[in-house]
């Protein structure tokens, strides 16, 4: 019981100082857009090397 005390202690310890408001999380990048299709007359880029 006395670990349980301890970690209880420990953990008002470490939240006793001067509360802080949680860090605001930060709008997500916003994710770039897909390249567009290649014109017709252009042969499409083959992304397997077999």
Known sequence: MSMLLALQRLN???SDPVPTDPTPIPDP???PQPM???PPDEEPIKLSHR
Do not use: L, M, S
């Open 12 to 14: 008002t310890w470490q």
């Open 29 to 31: 990048v916003p994710r």
């Open 36 to 38: 567009p299709d290649p």
